[in-house]
């Protein structure tokens, strides 16, 4: 038993999640980085800001650029590649001990 008190999420950097509240609600991509600390979670694609960029090499004018904003871990869900739907994921453990994340809709391993 672990007595490790940190939360773990059952997101992950690159799973493909879904929006389920909010404006960007429906909206769906990969997971580009999350923070555990602040339960915020960087999908790509997704919750676009505009912010300024000041002049740069890249840039020489500056200008508006847009870019993802953190959502809240809570607000998004895995996708089951199967049933191509957000999914309540589930873990469980393979005879070999690994440790797995399914699909709890179809019973789809979603680690690879
Ligand atoms: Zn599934």
Do not use: H, W
Not at 38 to 51: A, F, G, P, R, Y
Not at 59 to 74: C, F, N, R
Not at 100 to 108: H, L, M, Q, S, T
């Amino acid at each position: 038993m672990s007595t490790q008190t940190q939360k773990t999420y059952k997101i992950r950097k690159d799973d493909l999640v879904m929006v389920m509240t909010g404006k960007e609600k429906g909206k769906t991509g990969k997971v580009m980085s999350i923070n555990p600390d602040k339960e915020k979670v960087l999908v790509e694609s997704v919750n676009m800001v505009k912010s300024c960029q000041k002049p740069s090499q890249k840039m020489p004018q500056g200008g508006i650029v847009e870019k993802e904003a953190p959502l809240a871990i809570s607000n998004v869900k895995m996708i089951c590649g199967k049933c191509k739907v957000a999914v309540r994921v589930g873990k469980k453990l393979l005879t070999d001990g690994t440790k797995v994340r399914f699909c709890k809709k179809c019973g789809e391993v979603l680690d690879k």
